[in-house]
């Protein structure tokens, strides 16, 4: 099941179930990746957010987040034939994906990009994107030249079972970006519970 341009993805792409459930952590990882505090989700009280004005479509290429050492190349990704989306390799931890027919970063719309929490050795590209916070920067390079920048609005976990479809995926008139992936508790039988999600939207692009 295809998603249609600019609207929001169908839940079997909302569980995020396709990422790795912690390969790392089944091998013998010791350390849970951080996850969200409260004090970084949506601030109802903050300032007006003001969004730049929206880009043309191109294809990202590259995705950097200083704050948490993220400096990554960028896949294209698709839906499989149960109509979730296909994760990155497993193989290539410094990898994340985009999904290639929805919005581009910088587009007016809501763009999404998802990556491996962990592989079988050790952490990867998103391990650390729940100790985001709000006003951090997301740059993103796109093949037309120009670089997408981001500010973080805010970062929130969300369990597998009970994850917010139209919160997440809702279309949005402005440009929007979300960074995907897996998080919150993990067992050995189920993986991990929950999925850590980053809100952000378009400050400069050019």
Same mark, same amino acid.
């Given at each position: 099941? $295809?998603?249609? !341009? ?18 790392? +952590?089944? !091998? ?5 990746? =951080? ?9 109802? !009280? ?7 004005? =929206?880009?043309?479509?191109? #294809? ?13 190349? #960028?896949?294209?990704?698709? +839906? ?12 290539? $931890?410094? +990898? ?11 587009? /007016? ?21 729940? /100790? +985001? !916070?709000?006003?951090?920067? #997301? ?11 981001? /500010? #973080? ?19 949005? =008139? ?33």
């Amino acid at each position: 099941m $295809a998603a249609r !341009h600019g609207s929001p993805w169908p839940g079997t792409l909302a569980a995020g179930a396709a990422l790795v459930l912690g390969a790392w +952590l089944l !091998h013998g990882g010791q350390i849970l990746p =951080p996850v969200p505090t409260a004090a970084q989700g949506f601030d109802v !009280h903050g300032a007006p957010i003001v969004v730049a004005p =929206p880009m043309r479509r191109a #294809v990202p290429t590259r995705i950097r987040i200083p704050a948490v050492g993220v400096d990554a190349p #960028v896949t294209r990704l698709a +839906l499989g034939a149960d109509g979730a989306l296909q994760p990155p390799p497993e193989e290539d $931890a410094n +990898l994340a994906g985009w999904y290639a027919a929805g919005t581009a970063p910088g587009q /007016s719309g809501t763009a999404v990009l998802a990556g491996h929490v962990d592989n079988s050795k050790g952490p990867a590209v998103f391990y650390r994107l729940g /100790s +985001l !916070h709000r006003g951090d920067r #997301v740059e993103i390079t796109r093949d037309d030249r120009a670089t997408a920048r981001f /500010s #973080v609005d805010a970062v929130e976990v969300y369990p597998k079972k009970d994850f917010p479809d139209g919160k997440v995926y809702a279309a949005a =008139p402005n440009a929007q970006l979300r960074l995907i992936t897996c998080g919150g508790g993990f067992t050995r039988e189920g993986g991990y519970d929950g999925n850590v999600v980053v809100y952000a939207h378009l400050v400069a692009g050019g």
